[in-house]
């Protein structure tokens, strides 16, 4: 990874984190796995609604007069981008501050497809800078111990790839 965008990546999740560990923002994700996903990434310690058994209309009702920003984060896939629309089209129709950006920025940040990957892409982020940093590319061997101890401190709950 080049090192002008790595300092660009770096800057952008910067805000990210920022924004998102504010008062004001509540998280929309699709399910249990991602709900547990960014409590244990550390990402997001806020108020997280599960979108998946809920109505669109119902969700805005229960945020009507609200004035906190709803983050939609759902996956990268055909179903979480039709979640995201149905949402993010309700709720603004409500006059609900809605944001769609921090779910597109996270993606070209960490290149993950999907919520529940964010503490494995995290780490695989962060290899990444560390690589840029040394300019030395570490390989999927020297990788598997960060891996491992990935996977240990998320108790088995993060996918590996």
């Keep these: 990874m080049k090192t002008d965008i ?4 770096l800057k952008t999740l910067k805000r990210v984190l920022e924004h998102l ?5 509540i998280v929309l994700v699709e399910g249990k796995r991602d709900i547990h996903a960014l409590r244990n990434s550390h990402f997001y310690e806020g108020e997280i609604i599960q979108i998946s058994n809920r109505k ?6 229960l945020l009507l007069g609200s004035d906190k920003t709803v983050v939609i984060l759902t996956d990268y ?3 979480g981008e039709q ?3 149905r949402f993010a089209d309700e709720l603004t129709a409500n006059n ?6 921090t779910r597109k920025t996270l993606r070209w940040i960490l290149g993950m497809n999907t919520i529940e990957e964010i503490s494995t892409a995290y780490a ?7 690589c840029a940093q040394h300019e030395l590319c570490l390989t999927e061997e020297a990788l598997a111990p960060i891996r491992n101890e990935i996977v240990l401190l998320n108790k088995g709950n993060s996918r590996v790839h």
């Design 56 to 61: 669109p209309h119902e969700l805005a009702q």
């Design 83 to 85: 979640l995201l629309e």
């Design 6 to 9: 790595v300092k660009q990546k």
């Design 77 to 79: 896939d055909e179903a």
């Design 21 to 25: 560990n504010t008062s004001r923002v």
């Design 96 to 101: 609900i501050k809605v944001d769609i950006t």
């Design 124 to 130: 695989d982020f962060v290899a990444q800078i560390t």
